[in-house]
């Protein structure tokens, strides 16, 4: 079993009691009312895992059958839809960046990280269009600290030839204000080989 840290302070428990309810998220067919505020669920965090992974693998789907430019359109709305940055900067280091472009603290720079065709970063191919068919996240650990979680674990994706990557994924969530997690920190490194 992985461990599951769960850190939410008796006094933020009983904000929470007292809150007013000010968002719906649809889980197993019926609305739930969840606050901006409300502590975030390992299931949510779990579930915006999967969801990135099959975003992923949809992009690049689109890149194979509708071309570059669909699949930069659905990059963009799926950024939109899972990061904060409509929020301030991300905490974003990509696997396969370099110096001086390491870090994606922007929409544009985490745009071009995953689809390229901005000259602005030069060094980016896209990295959502290497043919990508499936993707899968394990955890090692997730920490949810009330409205704020963290995991750490990988991330193993296929491509349509079936060659496996995998690589180590760090993701920091929030909620925004509709409260719907956005991720706020996503670090992404190529495992350790001993040589």
Not at 20 to 45: D, L, M, N, S, W
Not at 93 to 100: F, S
Not at 173 to 183: F, P
Request: hydrophobic share 40%; proline share 5%.
């Amino acid at each position: 079993m992985k461990p599951t840290y769960l850190l939410a302070p008796l006094a933020a428990g009983l904000a929470l009691a007292a809150a007013p309810v000010q968002a719906k998220h649809h889980e197993g067919g019926h609305a739930a009312h969840v606050a901006p505020y409300a502590p975030i669920t390992v299931a949510e965090v779990e579930a915006a895992q999967t969801a990135w992974c099959n975003a992923l693998v949809a992009i690049s789907t689109e890149a194979d059958t509708k071309g570059l430019a669909a699949a930069k359109t659905l990059a963009g709305q799926v950024i939109d839809s899972a990061y904060g940055y409509a929020m301030g900067p991300v905490l974003f280091k990509p696997t396969l960046t370099v110096t001086p472009q390491t870090f994606r603290t922007t929409r544009d720079g985490a745009l071009s990280y995953f689809v390229g065709d901005d000259k602005t970063y030069p060094g980016d191919s896209g990295f959502a269009l290497k043919n990508w068919r499936s993707c899968k996240s394990e955890n090692a650990g997730i920490l949810v600290t009330g409205n704020s979680a963290k995991s750490m674990g990988n991330v193993s994706m296929w491509d349509d030839k079936g060659n496996m990557t995998k690589v180590d994924k760090t993701w920091g969530y929030v909620r925004d204000g509709m409260g719907k997690l956005r991720i706020v920190l996503h670090h992404s490194s190529l495992p350790y080989m001993a040589k």
